[in-house]
């Protein structure tokens, strides 16, 4: 099972940018489709973002499309999500998630991702 480590978050202001970072080991990311996913205060965790193996295909939620990007780099066994144009709803720890299930049916259910992250705090402030 490969671990997951994610970094990068931090307190902003509205209209900020924030790049994450999830870092694996035990296994190579390059056999995993990769998600990220987000939990408010008070609130179930919800699907932020995702991608295929290759990277080629991305997935995102209506919530956080044209504004957050994720990628990855294989080589370093790295994803990334860029956040742009952040807003104080988008404050949350973000998790990042590994599946080996593929495609738009599973790239959203969260119960398709075996491993997990322990998440990283990403506040935004008005």
């Known amino acids: 099972q490969v671990q997951l480590v994610e970094s990068g978050g931090g307190l902003v202001q509205t209209g900020d940018s924030l790049r994450l970072s999830c870092t694996a080991s035990?296994?190579?990311?390059?056999?995993?489709?990769m998600g990220w996913f987000r939990q408010a205060p008070g609130k179930e965790r919800e699907f932020a973002a995702a991608?295929?193996?290759?990277?080629?295909?991305?997935y995102y939620a209506d919530s956080v499309k044209g504004r957050f990007t994720i990628s990855r780099d294989n080589a370093k066994n790295t994803v990334y999500l860029q956040m742009n144009s952040l807003k104080p709803e988008d404050t949350a720890v973000y998790y990042c998630?590994?599946?080996?299930?593929?495609?738009?049916?599973?790239?959203?259910?969260?119960?398709?991702?075996?491993?997990w992250g322990q998440g990283t705090q990403v506040t935004v402030s008005s």
């Open positions: 998630a590994a599946t080996a299930y593929s495609g738009s049916l599973f790239a959203r259910d969260i119960s398709k991702y075996g491993s």
């Open positions: 035990g296994r190579t990311i390059s056999t995993y489709n």
């Open positions: 991608d295929s193996w290759s990277g080629s295909t991305t």
